[in-house]
């Protein structure tokens, strides 16, 4: 795991007694799971979200546990983290914990339903939805005031969740269930980045249920407010629709012109609602965003099959465009597409995405 203070490597979890957790019992296990405390007594590292395990119930961890003593058993370590001082030192953690950790387990919200409580269980406790869409401080802690808020992740935006999320379409259950589902949804485009093992791994129907899948759309449209806001859909897909044309036959526009020849053959949509495979980019979060981060990297790094949601590729126009091409792609689609503010630097921010991706491979 890549955080600002090094970098953290996950350790062996398979019952080898030498290397893994082979020796460790289901008590020691679970002061792990909801206290952060290894077997030898040790802080672990808020990288594992303890913070969220927290909440599970006895059953839950009881069951991870067998899961996990059934593996096969591996030999084998995990590299050095690479955290500077002071932060490796894991007696500092408890200091950590004492500033920012709350244990205890998930309590039901008797003013809701049960399906809305198994929403929040599984979004809260086990899947630490959190970790990704929550803003942290400078330690390195959730802003809980701020609860999915929206939090760049691995140098890609988790959108918020909650209702500060500015897709022109609210997402209602039907709306989530469907993207988590099947990783992509006609009013609001195609996962991508980390959200796409989520979905094809963590979220897999033999993995998990619709009614498991069902009950996080339910917990999470009813933070957005979703239901309430549905009225404006007609009114945001007709307006989308509207101007999916755009750029077709403008060439007084060159920014239309470079629009349309890499960009409009893959996403017009004529109506009455966007087709799933030609994601509409009026209705794209990546669009809508405060930062272009998103948008500047799809665009640069495409999507494969794999990377996506199933059958959905975008070539990667990095070799293709100049950083001037992008920036103005971008200022041109924020321009036409949404009522938003331009972004700023938009050809600096395409230079220093590209400059990240070079070092990355």
């Not at 490597?9 to 909801?34: C, V």
């Not at 609001?188 to 069902?214: F, K, Q």
Request: proline share 8%; charged share 20%; aromatic share 10%.
């Amino acid at each position: 795991m890549n955080t600002p203070f090094g970098i953290i490597y996950g350790t062996n979890i398979t019952p080898d007694p030498n290397t893994g957790i082979g020796t460790w019992s289901l008590e020691a296990f679970e002061r792990a799971m909801r206290e952060g405390v290894a077997r030898d007594g040790s802080h672990l590292f808020p990288a594992f979200p303890y913070y969220a395990y927290t909440k599970l119930s006895e059953n839950d961890v009881k069951a991870l546990y067998a899961y996990l003593m059934t593996r096969p058993a591996v030999t084998g370590g995990a590299p050095a983290n690479t955290l500077a001082f002071p932060f490796k030192i894991r007696a500092l953690q408890e200091g950590w914990k004492i500033l920012f950790f709350k244990g205890g387990r998930f309590r039901a919200n008797p003013s809701k339903s049960v399906e809305w409580n198994r929403g929040a269980y599984l979004a809260e406790a086990l899947s630490d939805c959190a970790a990704c869409h929550t803003p942290r401080n400078s330690l390195g802690a959730e802003k809980t005031g701020y609860a999915y808020a929206g939090a760049v992740i691995d140098g890609w935006i988790a959108p918020a969740l909650s209702a500060t999320n500015p897709s022109p379409v609210p997402w209602t259950q039907d709306e989530l269930f469907t993207y988590l589902r099947t990783g992509s949804s006609p009013l609001h485009g195609a996962t991508g980045a980390t959200m796409t093992p989520v979905i094809r791994e963590g979220l897999a129907l033999p993995v998990v249920p619709d009614s498991d899948v069902r009950a996080i759309a339910v917990y999470f449209s009813d933070i957005d407010h979703g239901g309430p806001r549905a009225q404006s859909t007609d009114a945001a897909t007709r307006a989308a629709i509207g101007s999916s044309s755009l750029g077709s036959a403008q060439e007084y526009d060159p920014d239309a012109d470079l629009y349309a020849a890499a960009c409009i053959a893959c996403h017009y949509n004529a109506g009455p609602v966007p087709l799933s495979a030609r994601p509409e980019l009026a209705l794209n979060s990546a669009l809508t965003l405060p930062e272009p981060t998103n948008f500047l990297q799809v665009v640069l790094k495409g999507s494969s099959n794999s990377e996506g949601a199933p059958g959905l590729v975008m070539p990667a126009y990095a070799s293709s465009l100049t950083d001037g091409d992008i920036a103005r792609l971008a200022a041109y689609l924020r321009r036409t597409r949404t009522k938003y503010p331009p972004w700023s630097d938009l050809e600096e921010k395409v230079s220093a995405i590209r400059r990240e991706l070079a070092a990355s491979r």
